[in-house]
């Protein structure tokens, strides 16, 4: 017999990979679906073997969230479904190139699916989840949120997105009880990589994690009622101390008068302009 539903869980970029995980380890949760991405055969094969191997009703919608016909229809079914109690917005593009070898044109779309998709499927979805007092939103993000050295800085900038306004979801929502989550996970096995350009080949295995076990972190992650989790980090004090440093230097990011070390005083005759100090 089919457990009673939790509700609905609409994720985005749902046709393979993380999205592809994330339906099957939902639906085993009970939670029916939604499952949106381009490949309308991708979705239909995942949510048979969704619904075969659970039971759980799953509902696809094909839609490129980088059209905004398509992602207008998606936050038209978000706001419209008070089923849906949980957003995975999985969806998103990558690129491997650095700034100078890149085209500004496809740094530009994956800025709308990565960053201005997600957003407006936050808003769709957060004051219906407001109004009931209870939602998710789980935002998959990168850890190169935190390492925008690391490969394209535009795809590391457009992650440190989704982080900060994850930040700033929790600090707006929590009180209502919606829950928000970021999963910043390292190199995972999964299409993302060929389709930004690169390949898992020229990785170490020792640095590429299975998408199965990406998920299952993120999703232990959330049962531990993490805001921020990094499945491939050992030490949980190493995130702590880094988010320790950063609420240290809130209270001084403004301030009525500049830092003694930028005074005229402190800065020696000799020093080159544009320098950095040693």
């Known amino acids: 017999m089919t457990q009673s539903s939790k509700g609905t869980a609409l994720i985005t970029g749902a046709s393979s990979g993380i999205g592809a995980i994330y339906a099957d380890r939902l639906a085993r949760r009970g939670y029916d ?9 991708g979705l239909t094969n995942v949510a048979a073997e969704v ?28 706001r419209s479904d008070p089923s849906i109690n949980m957003l995975v917005n999985n969806a998103g593009v990558g690129a491997v190139q650095p700034l100078l070898v890149s085209d500004v044109e496809d740094m530009e779309r994956m800025i709308r699916i990565n960053v201005t ?17 209870q939602g998710t939103i789980i935002n ?27 930040f700033s979801l929790h600090k707006e929502l929590a009180e209502k009880n919606v829950r928000v989550q970021a ?17 898992l ?16 972190a993120a999703l ?15 030490d949980a004090d190493d995130w702590n101390a880094y988010e320790a440093a950063r609420q240290k230097l809130i ?28």
């Not at 009703?57 to 998606?74: F, H, S, V």
């Not at 080949?201 to 299952?216: C, F, T, Y």
């Open 220 to 234: 232990a992650g959330l049962d531990m009622g993490e805001l921020v989790t990094l499945p491939s980090v050992p």
């Open 251 to 278: 209270p001084n990011l403004s301030r009525n008068i500049p830092a003694p070390r930028y005074c005229p005083a402190a800065i020696p005759q000799d020093a080159t302009p544009g320098a950095f100090p040693a």
């Open 51 to 78: 619904t075969r191997g659970t039971g759980r009703r799953a509902t696809t919608l094909r839609a490129d969230l980088g059209a905004r016909e398509d992602l207008l229809k998606i936050e038209g079914f978000l």
């Open 117 to 133: 998709a997600l957003t407006r499927l936050v808003y769709a979805a957060a004051p219906s989840f407001v109004a009931r007092e």
């Open 183 to 199: 999963v910043l996970p390292g190199a995972v096995e999964t299409p993302f990589w060929e389709s930004a350009g690169g390949s």
């Open 33 to 41: 679906l939604v499952l949106v991405a381009r490949s309308q055969d």
């Open 140 to 166: 998959v993000a990168s850890a190169l949120a935190l390492a925008p050295e690391i490969l394209n800085g535009v795809y590391g900038a457009t992650k440190a997105f989704v982080l900060a306004l994850t």
């Open 201 to 216: 080949e020229h990785l170490p295995d020792s640095i590429v994690m299975k998408a199965d076990d990406a998920v299952d």
